[in-house]
């Protein structure tokens, strides 16, 4: 049965897995990786900030919470679906359940990510992400450090932090908030703001037959 869990301590046996499950596609794609050891991920797991997907005790996918400048800054990273179990939608299963942990660990925080990859871009984008430049991203040193084992890091240095070959995604979510009232504003016009009365329907119908003959 595959179970898709908030991770805890229980879960810090399959780091290791994680870890090679990450270097091994990152090896795949030719991509620089952010480096993250089997002990970084065994914390966000203990501290419950992880999600694990579980197939009858094997690891077949992950995410974990980074969050940046005094929390005003989420990021849902090091997204990896085993490959024996991709194209089955379980990816975006997993981007469900780490955002959604992530808006009730930090209600307040921007949630923003940095991708190259279309089944990223795709599912950011379904969950109300909108795409930035990289000035509306955190100016936290320590998340771009992360950019340091990617091989286009010397791109995002050349352009002093302003853009690079990844493209920035951000979910805000006072203007999401926004985006939705005015929404639901827009469908309270389309609702007539008068109901009419029986009687006053019966009326009308009546002056229709008359000058349609119905
Ligand atoms: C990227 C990855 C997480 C996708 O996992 P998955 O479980 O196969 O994805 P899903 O089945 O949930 O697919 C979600 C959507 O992305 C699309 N998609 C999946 N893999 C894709 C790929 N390699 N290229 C383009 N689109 C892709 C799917 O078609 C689907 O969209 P649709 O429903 O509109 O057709 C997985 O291939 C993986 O672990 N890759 C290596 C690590 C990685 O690249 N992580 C992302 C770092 S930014």
């Known amino acids: 049965m595959i179970e898709i869990l908030v991770a805890n301590k229980s879960h810090v046996k399959y780091a290791e897995t994680v870890c090679s499950l990450m270097y091994e596609s990152a090896l795949k ?13 065994a914390k966000k797991m203990e ?13 077949i996918g992950f995410s974990y919470i980074e969050s940046w400048q005094h929390k005003r800054f989420v990021a849902n990273s090091g997204l990896i679906v085993d490959p024996d179990y991709r194209n089955t939608g379980l990816a975006r299963k997993i981007k469900r359940a780490i955002f959604d942990l992530s808006r009730e660990l930090y209600p ?17 984008s379904e969950l109300g992400y909108v795409p930035v ?15 340091e084992g990617c091989r286009n890091y010397h791109i995002l240095q050349e352009n002093d932090r302003r853009m690079c070959l990844c493209t920035g995604m951000l ?12 929404e ?19 009326k009308l119908k009546k002056n229709l037959r008359k000058i349609h003959l119905i």
């Open 171 to 182: 979910y805000d979510p006072e203007k999401r908030k926004a985006a939705d009232s005015a």
């Open 29 to 41: 794609r030719g991509t620089g990786i952010a480096k993250r050891s089997p002990e970084y991920i």
């Open 47 to 59: 501290e419950g900030k992880a999600i694990v997907v579980i197939d009858d005790e094997r690891l």
């Open 184 to 202: 639901s504003d827009n469908a309270m016009d389309m609702i007539p703001y008068k109901v009419l009365s029986p009687k006053r329907i019966a």
């Open 108 to 124: 307040e925080a921007k949630i923003f990510s940095i991708t190259t990859g279309l089944a990223v871009l795709k599912l950011n």
């Open 133 to 147: 430049t990289f000035s509306e991203l955190t100016d936290d040193d320590d998340f771009w450090k992360g950019c």
